[in-house]
């Protein structure tokens, strides 16, 4: 016996809906398979999800774009190739003993460790970029000779150019997430707009069996599965 299970992504959640509104409003004839009341509900409750799917879709859209463009790359690639190359020559001022291997913890970098801390993110090159600036402002503060070529104020040009994008990346970060919110704070009440429609078609035709009776019900929206070896009859 083949069993419903409801909508478990946006788009399935919405069809569903959509085609047994539409059913409805097609009809030649009245037939009461949903009642007025419930019609209205799932119809308002459609146009409301989709339209917090389609602002979600759009705020996603805007971040991925502006993450993707140019100019946002192009100064993420400035930033992390000036903060790498001012990080290689730190280590190799340590390798040459012009700088004590201690000096690493300015830049919150173990003291044992000659590698490049990770970039593998913009948040990491962000932070790398901070701890650097930071480190080398308290490091020749204490006395210690800067580095050149390039130097920190070269980093730290590179590092604002990039930021005011990135800060920007996580306004529109912002939005998609809060979008995202309203959607999944609706997810509960479509699911059980839908529950009462899916009962009342099957109510309405449940003098009818077999696939007969599934093959109607899908065609107001509702979704069957077979079970593993089973077959239509």
């Given at each position: 016996?083949?069993?419903?299970?409801?909508?478990?992504?946006?788009?399935?959640?919405?069809?569903?809906?959509?085609?047994?509104?539409?059913?409805?409003?097609?009809?030649d004839?009245?037939?009461p398979?949903?009642?007025p009341?419930?019609?209205?509900?799932?119809?308002?409750?459609?146009q409301q999800?989709?339209?917090a799917?389609d602002?979600?879709?759009?705020?996603?859209?805007?971040?991925?774009?502006?993450?993707?463009?140019?100019?946002?790359q192009?100064?993420?690639?400035n930033a992390?190739?000036?903060?790498?190359?001012?990080?290689?020559?730190f280590?190799?001022?340590?390798?040459?003993?012009e700088i004590?291997?201690?000096?690493?913890k300015?830049?919150?970098?173990p003291?044992?460790?000659?590698e490049?801390?990770?970039?593998?993110?913009?948040?990491?090159?962000?932070?790398?970029c901070?701890?650097?600036?930071r480190g080398e402002?308290n490091?020749?503060?204490k006395?210690?000779?800067p580095?050149y070529?390039?130097?920190?104020?070269k980093?730290?040009?590179?590092?604002?150019?990039?930021?005011?994008?990135?800060?920007?990346?996580?306004?529109?970060?912002q939005?998609?997430?809060?979008?995202?919110m309203v959607?999944?704070?609706?997810?509960?009440q479509?699911?059980?707009?839908?529950?009462?429609?899916w009962?009342?078609?099957?109510?309405?035709?449940?003098?009818?069996?077999?696939?007969?009776?599934?093959?109607?019900?899908?065609?107001y929206g509702?979704?069957?599965?077979y079970?593993?070896?089973?077959?239509?009859d």
């Amino acid at each position: 016996m083949p069993y419903r299970r409801l909508p478990n992504t946006d788009k399935a959640r919405i069809r569903s809906l959509e085609t047994a509104i539409a059913k409805m409003r097609n009809s030649d004839y009245y037939a009461p398979v949903l009642s007025p009341e419930l019609f209205s509900k799932a119809d308002k409750k459609l146009q409301q999800f989709k339209g917090a799917v389609d602002r979600y879709v759009k705020s996603l859209d805007a971040q991925v774009n502006y993450s993707k463009s140019e100019p946002y790359q192009n100064k993420l690639k400035n930033a992390k190739m000036y903060v790498s190359h001012f990080l290689t020559v730190f280590n190799m001022c340590i390798k040459r003993g012009e700088i004590k291997p201690t000096d690493r913890k300015y830049y919150s970098i173990p003291e044992d460790s000659g590698e490049l801390p990770d970039m593998s993110s913009d948040i990491a090159v962000i932070r790398c970029c901070e701890n650097a600036i930071r480190g080398e402002k308290n490091r020749t503060d204490k006395g210690g000779i800067p580095i050149y070529n390039p130097t920190i104020a070269k980093v730290a040009v590179h590092y604002e150019l990039f930021k005011e994008l990135y800060d920007k990346q996580c306004e529109l970060r912002q939005l998609t997430d809060e979008a995202l919110m309203v959607v999944s704070l609706m997810r509960p009440q479509i699911d059980e707009v839908i529950l009462e429609v899916w009962n009342s078609i099957e109510n309405y035709f449940s003098d009818m069996t077999g696939e007969k009776k599934l093959k109607t019900c899908r065609d107001y929206g509702l979704i069957y599965y077979y079970r593993t070896g089973e077959k239509a009859d």
